[in-house]
C-alpha cells in the first residue's frame, strides 16, 4: 500500500534511506546463502561427507553471525531515516499548527491537533524505518530467488512466483477497506483525544454547572466508538492476514510437491531438491516481513489525512505580514525602539461567512505621550480591532501605519484580558520576549505593580508557575502580563482591559503604570470600566464599526 506523501517523506533522505534499503537486502543475502549452506550440508550428510559437513556448519554460523551484525546496522539506519522523517513532519506540522489565523478558527481542537501532533507522527514512524526498506527489499529479492528456483525447477519456480503474486495481489482489497476503516478509526481517536482535553480543561465549569455525569456518559460514549472502530479494522485485518498466509502457505507446498516429485523420479540431486525446499520458504520471507510492517504502520498511515489537513507535508510556507510567527520571530533580543503615531485609516473587516462589516471606514490616531482608550459595547469590534492591529486578521480594506510605515507585529507588544502564562518560572514567563537583567525584571514588575508579591513568594522570581498560571490569581497574571509586555519594549501597547481582575486600589496603580507607559509607547487600551477613563484624554468609542470621536 503506497502513500505517496510518506514516500516523498523519506526520500528527502536519500542517504539513510538507501544505507537502510542496502543492509536489509544484505540481510536477506544472508537468509539466501545460509539456504544454501544448510542444502549443501544436508546433501553432504546424505553423501556421508563428513569434511563437507564440517566446512558447510562453519559456513551456517559464520553466516549467522554477519547477519547479526548486519541487523543491528540496519535496526540502527532505520531508526535514524524513521527518527528524522518524524522530526522534519513535526517540525512542519508544528509551523503550519501554530498560526495566528487559528485563533479565529471555529473548527479547530486542540485535542484533535495534539493527537495528530503526537500519536499520529509518530505513527508514521514504522512505515517509513520498517516498510518502506520492505518493499525495496521485496523488489531486489523475491526476482533473484525466483530466477533461481526457475533455473533448478521451472515448475517449482512458477508454483512460488503464482504464490508471490497471490499473496501480495490477493490481499488487496481487504488492504483497502482496512485503510477505510482505518480513516473512521483515526477519527474516533481524534474525537475522543478532543473531548478528553476540553473536558478537563473545562472540569471546573463543568462541576459547577452539575455536568460530570452528562461527561462521562458522552466520554464513554466516544470511547465505545473508539473500541468498535478497532475491531472493524481488527477483522479485515485478520482477513488480510489470512488470505496472505494462504497464498504464501499454497505456494511453499506446491513448491515442495514439485521438488519431491523431482525427487521420486529421481531426476535432480539432493543439494537440488532441498535448494528447492529452502527457497520456496525463502522467498516468501519478504512478503510475511512487508506484511508485518504493513500492521506495524498502520495507525501512522491512517493519521495521514489529518497530518495533510493540517499542512505536515506542504512546502515550508513564506510567513505572511501579519502573522503571529513573525511576532515571535526577529524579537529575541529587544532593544527599545519609538514611534510617535500609530494610524489607521479605512479600516474594513468583516469574518467570513458574516453577513455583515463589524468594521466599517475605520479611522483612527493614537500618539505616543498619552494613553488611548477604545469603549463600546459588547460585540462593537473592540477584539476585532485589536486582532487587526496584531495582524491575526486580515483587513479587507484600509491602512495600519505607524509613523507613516506599515504596522509590524513585532512593532506591538500585548496584554489581553486573559493572559496566558506557561509552566515554568515567574522569570521564564516574564523572559519569552528575550534575555533580561535582573535589574530589568525588576523594574519591569515594579512598574506593573507586582513586584512585592514576587519578592513574598519563597523563590521569588524562580517561583514555578502551573500550566496556564492557575497557581496565581487572575490580577497577578494580568500584571505579570504586563510586565512581561513592559520587557518586550515594542512601540505600541495594546491592553485588553487591564484592570478587570483587579480591586479599585490595584486598578487605579494599574491605570497610572499605563499613563507612565504611554510617555515612552503608543499606548491604547480597552476598557469597560468608566471610573478609570478619568484622567484619559483620548477616549475613542466604537459603535456599529465606527469610532464617534477618533484622537486628535
Ligand atoms: N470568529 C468569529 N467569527 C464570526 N464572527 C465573529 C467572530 N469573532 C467575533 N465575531 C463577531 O464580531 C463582532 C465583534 O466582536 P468583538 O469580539 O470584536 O467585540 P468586542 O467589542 O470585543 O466585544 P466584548 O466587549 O464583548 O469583548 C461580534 O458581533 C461577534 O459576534
Known amino acids: 500500500m503506497i502513500v505517496p506523501q510518506l514516500w516523498r517523506e523519506a526520500a528527502r533522505f536519500p542517504a539513510t534511506l538507501a544505507w537502510s534499503v542496502t543492509l536489509l537486502t544484505l540481510v536477506s543475502l544472508t537468509h539466501l546463502a545460509q539456504a544454501v549452506a544448510i542444502a549443501w550440508s544436508m546433501s553432504a550428510v546424505l553423501r556421508g561427507q563428513a569434511h563437507d559437513v564440517l566446512v558447510a556448519l562453519a559456513l551456517i554460523v559464520g553466516i549467522a553471525l554477519l547477519r547479526l551484525v548486519l541487523c543491528l546496522a540496519q535496526a540502527s539506519a532505520a531508526a535514524r531515516l524513521g527518527g528524522r522523517v518524524r522530526q522534519a513532519v513535526r517540525r512542519r506540522a508544528m509551523r503550519a499548527a501554530l498560526v495566528s489565523e487559528r485563533l479565529h478558527d471555529t473548527a479547530a481542537r486542540d485535542g484533535s491537533m495534539r493527537a495528530s501532533l503526537g500519536d499520529g507522527v509518530d505513527g508514521i514512524d514504522a512505515y517509513v524505518s520498517k516498510y518502506l526498506p520492505a518493499v525495496a527489499q521485496l523488489l531486489l529479492t523475491c526476482p533473484i530467488v525466483v530466477a533461481g528456483l526457475l533455473a533448478l525447477s521451472p515448475s517449482a519456480g512458477l508454483c512460488v512466483a503464482a504464490g508471490v503474486v497471490l499473496a501480495l495481489l490477493g490481499p488487496m482489497a481487504w488492504k483497502r477497506m482496512a485503510a477505510r476503516r482505518g480513516l473512521d478509526h483515526w477519527d474516533s481517536y481524534e474525537a475522543l483525544s478532543a473531548d478528553l482535553l476540553e473536558s478537563l480543561r473545562g472540569m471546573a465549569t463543568l462541576r459547577t454547572l452539575g455536568d460530570v455525569p452528562g461527561t462521562r456518559g458522552r466520554l464513554d460514549a466516544r470511547s465505545e466508538a473508539l473500541r468498535r472502530a478497532t475491531e472493524r479494522v481488527m477483522?479485515?485485518?485478520l482477513a488480510e492476514t489470512a488470505v496472505t498466509d494462504l497464498a504464501v502457505q499454497a505456494g511453499v507446498v506446491a513448491a515442495s510437491a514439485a521438488a519431491i516429485a523431482h525427487a521420486v523420479a529421481g531426476q535432480a540431486p539432493s543439494i537440488e531438491v532441498y535448494l528447492i525446499l529452502l527457497l520456496a520458504s525463502e522467498a516468501f520471507r519478504p512478503v510475511r516481513d512487508l506484511s508485518r510492517h504493513w500492521h506495524a504502520g498502520f495507525l501512522g498511515l491512517t493519521a495521514v489525512p489529518g497530518l495533510d489537513r493540517l499542512g505536515a507535508f506542504a512546502e515550508q510556507r513564506a510567513t505572511a505580514p501579519g502573522h503571529a510567527a513573525s511576532a515571535v520571530e526577529g524579537d529575541r533580543a529587544p532593544t527599545e525602539r519609538r514611534a510617535e503615531e500609530l494610524r489607521v485609516t479605512g479600516l474594513g473587516f468583516r469574518y467570513p461567512g458574516a453577513p455583515d462589516d463589524v468594521l466599517r471606514d475605520l479611522?483612527?490616531?493614537a500618539r505616543r505621550g498619552s494613553l488611548s482608550a477604545i469603549v463600546?459595547?459588547?460585540g462593537a469590534g473592540k477584539s476585532t480591532l485589536f486582532d487587526l492591529l496584531l495582524g491575526f486578521l486580515t483587513p479587507h480594506s484600509g491602512r495600519i501605519e505607524l509613523d507613516g510605515r506599515p504596522?509590524?507585529?513585532?512593532?506591538?507588544?500585548?496584554v489581553s484580558?486573559?493572559?496566558?502564562?506557561?509552566a515554568g518560572t515567574i522569570r521564564d514567563n516574564l523572559a519569552v520576549t528575550g534575555p533580561a537583567t535582573e535589574a530589568e525584571l525588576v523594574a519591569a514588575c515594579h512598574a506593573a505593580g507586582i513586584l512585592d508579591e514576587i519578592r513574598g513568594f519563597p523563590n521569588g522570581?524562580?517561583?514555578?508557575?502551573?500550566?496556564a498560571g492557575t497557581s496565581l490569581s487572575g490580577g497577578q497574571r494580568q500584571r505579570l502580563a504586563l510586565a512581561r509586555a513592559l520587557l518586550a519594549r515594542r512601540p505600541v501597547l495594546l491592553v485588553d482591559e487591564p484592570t478587570s481582575a483587579l480591586d479599585a486600589g490595584r486598578a487605579a496603580n494599574v491605570i497610572e503604570t499605563l499613563h507612565r507607559v504611554a510617555r515612552d509607547r503608543v499606548v491604547i487600551m480597552i476598557s469597560h470600566r468608566p471610573e478609570t477613563l478619568t484622567e484619559v484624554a483620548h477616549v475613542l468609542r466604537l459603535d456599529s464599526g465606527h469610532l464617534d470621536r477618533s484622537a486628535p
Open 363 to 365: 479611522d483612527l490616531t
Open 417 to 422: 484580558q486573559r493572559p496566558v502564562l506557561f
Open 407 to 414: 504596522l509590524r507585529p513585532s512593532d506591538i507588544a500585548v
Open 376 to 378: 463600546g459595547a459588547s
Open 461 to 467: 522570581f524562580d517561583t514555578e508557575v502551573t500550566e
Open 235 to 237: 477483522r479485515v485485518s
